[in-house]
């Protein structure tokens, strides 16, 4: 769906043509004996009536006087909750269904591979993964989506072996050939993380924790190897500067950024653009600079020496930001709420949970 609609407009109407493939459809719901096949064109069929509709829609919304949008608006809400309590139900169904099957069709285990990845589940993609290469051991699909979700789950060694796999098949997809290059020296950086963690652990390291509106996601900060990026984080956190603010920018099996203050008012025009005032440093280029893993704490910017408020949570492994972001922690607990997060989710209370006896001073830069 691309409808250019201002974000009020948009978010109910396409609400709206979500939900409006379900009036006139009644598939039945996924059972444990069901026909998952037909359970999946069932679902398929609500979407193309869903992409019809959206045409319809779209022009009837440009030209519809201003009561007519009025209605479409309000008919979204509603028609939202109808989507909501029936083709989502079925969509997690035959996910579920999918899972405990012990062998799936060719379609169904590409579409729930596929779905899993996406919705950054890389458990449940290595899964299906491994279901649908046992079933069509040639899919292409298959034959990236196993390495990919091994190495988001920082299996490196397993990527690094099934990558090769999909290269000498000819079939490796172009948005996973950075990860097949990275994983080999991926093995090596993970071991040297791993060791650090433990070096680590009994270092008494800060603490934060984000309270969103998916749950509450606790972070390790890494005083030793970003001790400004740190100070920065507590003191803000400590200020209340982070509560109220909305993560305004989220790519799937990538990262969640927030931290913008500008995302605290109703008009994300704005959003991605603020900041607490002023800069500081990068430390990217420090020795023993942490990598960029799953659950990493990295500092957004726009350029060396640009960083402030802003910072992005990653869902997997990314290699290309090494050496360009400033990596200051990690998520203890509650990755699979950061896997979750949509933009507009909130972080309704940030706290200090635990940090050194000393004062934490920002050393800020003039670039802000």
């Avoid at 704005?270 to 420090?286: L, N, Q, T, V």
Wanted: overall charge negative; some cysteine.
């Amino acid at each position: 769906m691309r409808i250019s609609l201002p974000p009020r407009p948009r978010r109910l109407l396409t609400a709206a043509l979500f939900a409006v493939c379900v009036a006139g459809l009644t598939a039945p719901m996924a059972s444990a004996q069901g026909d998952l096949d037909a359970q999946l064109e069932a679902i398929r069929a609500r979407e193309k009536a869903l992409d019809e509709k959206v045409v319809e829609l779209q022009t009837e919304y440009r030209t519809a006087d201003e009561a007519r949008k009025q209605e479409i608006e309000a008919e979204g809400e509603q028609l939202f909750e109808d989507f909501q309590s029936n083709v989502v139900k079925q969509r997690d169904a035959l996910m579920s269904a999918a899972e405990s099957a012990p062998q799936l069709s060719e379609p169904v285990a590409v579409w729930a591979a596929t779905n899993a990845f996406g919705e950054n589940n890389y458990a449940k993609a290595e899964q299906f993964s491994k279901k649908l290469l046992a079933t069509a051991p040639q899919n292409r699909i298959g034959l990236n989506l196993l390495p990919a979700s091994q190495f988001a789950q920082q299996k490196f060694a397993e990527a690094e072996q099934n990558f090769a796999k999909a290269e000498a098949a000819g079939v490796l997809l172009q948005q996973f050939a950075s990860f097949a290059e990275a994983a080999p020296q991926y093995k090596e950086y993970w071991a040297q993380e791993q060791a650090t963690r433990q070096k680590q652990a009994s270092m008494n390291l800060p603490r934060v924790v984000f309270k969103t509106t998916k749950g509450d996601i606790t972070l390790e900060l890494f005083e030793e190897e970003a001790p400004n990026a740190v100070a920065n984080m507590i003191t803000l956190v400590e200020s209340g500067f982070y509560d109220g603010t909305k993560f305004h920018r989220v790519i799937p099996n990538f990262m969640a950024q927030g931290g913008d203050p500008n995302s605290k008012n109703d008009d994300p025009s704005d959003d991605g653009r603020g900041g607490p005032g002023y800069a500081i440093d990068s430390e990217f280029d420090k020795p023993g600079a942490r990598k960029h893993f799953r659950g990493t704490l990295s500092a957004a910017n726009s350029g060396p020496d640009t960083a402030g408020s802003q910072f992005f949570l990653t869902h997997l492994p990314t290699p290309h930001l090494n050496g360009r972001h400033t990596v200051y922690g990690r998520v203890l607990e509650g990755q699979e709420v950061v896997d979750s997060l949509q933009i507009g989710d909130v972080i309704q209370d940030a706290e200090v949970i635990n940090k050194r006896n000393h004062p934490y001073t920002v050393e800020k830069n003039s670039n802000g």
